[in-house]
């Protein structure tokens, strides 16, 4: 009976990893894309963006993404969208501390 909670509970933790991997690399990809830098670079981004607002990298990847696609930057424009989103999120919606 533990056994199979336990497996459970293993298989539950795994795929929310895998959803949050998943969201994170799109975020990574769209930085990637409109900035022109390499993947590290962009997590790099991210992560200063977390420990310059004292934010969990999973709330701003999720914000990032719903903050994209209602400013939907696309064209010429995208570069400007994106680091707008990218640098004002925190202004959109109350941080949550540590």
């Given at each position: 009976?533990?056994?199979?909670?336990?497996?459970?509970?293993?298989?539950?933790?795994?795929?929310?990893?895998?959803?949050?991997?998943?969201?994170?690399?799109?975020?990574?990809?769209?930085?990637?894309?409109?900035?022109d830098i390499s993947a590290d670079r962009a997590f790099d981004i991210l992560a200063w963006r977390c420990q310059d607002t004292e934010t969990e990298l999973r709330r701003i990847e999720t914000q990032f993404l719903g903050a994209i696609t209602a400013e939907s930057?696309?064209?010429?424009?995208?570069?400007?969208?994106?680091?707008?989103?990218?640098?004002?999120?925190h202004l959109r919606t109350p941080a949550v501390r540590r």
């Open positions: 009976m533990l056994d199979a909670a336990v497996q459970q509970t293993v298989t539950e933790v795994g795929a929310t990893v895998e959803v949050h991997r998943a969201i994170i690399n799109q975020v990574i990809g769209i930085i990637t894309w409109t900035d930057p696309l064209g010429a424009t995208a570069l400007d969208g994106v680091d707008r989103v990218l640098l004002t999120w």
